[in-house]
């Protein structure tokens, strides 16, 4: 493994910190149903929110959303897209439709205006569904991420994360699953925002990297940006739009695709 001392103490730091703030915030002794299950309703919209935000993120769109990104484009995004709208309908129809019945989930709801059978299916449709297709491809992703970086084992991974995760949710009940997400909303927002700068100011630095070496092949020296001679194409992975830090303009009509020089405009802005 490719894993140091550093990795092990912030990795074995989070994850017992967060266990033990979601046993310590929702753990209690002699406990009601309410209490467990509901947080007897006293989680504020904020608190809800960043929790609904922080469950829908999570690897998949960090790792599995962002490479379908880079590979097909934007279009990886119309799925998010059009969740919105769905999102809000069911706030705005379905939602007080749900709360006014007083149920706490749907098969609940599912029992009341069926049968005891129709909410048992309904459960079992639902847990299957989220450990293949949720929770399962989120550990998956995760440990591949350990696993590419730090060469710790996918199994392993798998397994603690597991364990972790367990532990305080079945000790903490819905109160302690909110508030740990609530905590992992700012790392993971803060972390997706720290990877965003530091891709684009590399990708900016490789972009006059491109530029000065074009510039070179071309043999144009120190020539004036006036000048409208065609340069040489070069290959890179700068994103669209970027042009480069001296004064020569880029267009990229794609990830990967040729930098050609369009414009020779002396402005020495980034756009």
């Not at 904020?46 to 609904?52: C, I």
């Not at 700012?186 to 990297?209: E, F, P």
Request: glycine content about 10%.
């Amino acid at each position: 493994m490719n894993i140091s001392l550093i990795d092990v103490a912030v990795i074995a730091i989070y994850l017992i910190g967060i266990t033990a703030f979601g046993i310590w915030i929702g753990y209690r002794r002699n406990t009601s149903s309410q209490q467990y299950f509901l947080a007897n309703k006293s989680l504020g919209w904020f608190t809800v929110g960043a929790a609904v935000f922080t469950s829908n993120i999570s690897t998949i769109h960090l790792v599995g959303l962002a490479a379908g990104g880079a590979k097909d484009g934007l279009v990886i995004g119309n799925f998010e897209w059009m969740a919105c709208f769905t999102l809000i309908l069911l706030a705005l129809m379905f939602a007080p439709f749900y709360i006014n019945s007083g149920v706490a989930t749907l098969p609940e709801f599912m029992e009341r205006r069926y049968c005891p059978q129709a909410r048992t299916f309904l459960a079992v449709i639902g847990l299957i569904g989220a450990l293949l297709i949720h929770i399962g491809i989120s550990l998956f992703a995760a440990a591949k991420v350990f696993e590419s970086f730090l060469g710790v084992p996918m199994i392993a991974t798998i397994i603690v994360l597991s364990l972790f995760t367990v532990v305080y949710t079945a000790l903490g009940g819905l109160k302690a699953v909110v508030m740990t997400e609530n905590i992992q909303v700012v790392l993971l927002l803060g972390g997706a925002t720290l990877l965003r700068s530091s891709a684009c100011a590399r990708c900016r630095r490789w972009a006059c990297i491109m530029w000065r070496t074009s510039k070179k092949l071309s043999r144009q020296g120190s020539s004036t940006c006036s000048s409208q001679s065609s340069m040489p194409e070069v290959t890179s992975t700068v994103s669209p739009g970027w042009r480069c830090c001296s004064a020569t303009r880029f267009s990229v009509s794609g990830i990967g695709a040729p930098i050609r020089r369009t414009s020779s405009a002396c402005s020495g802005r980034g756009l």
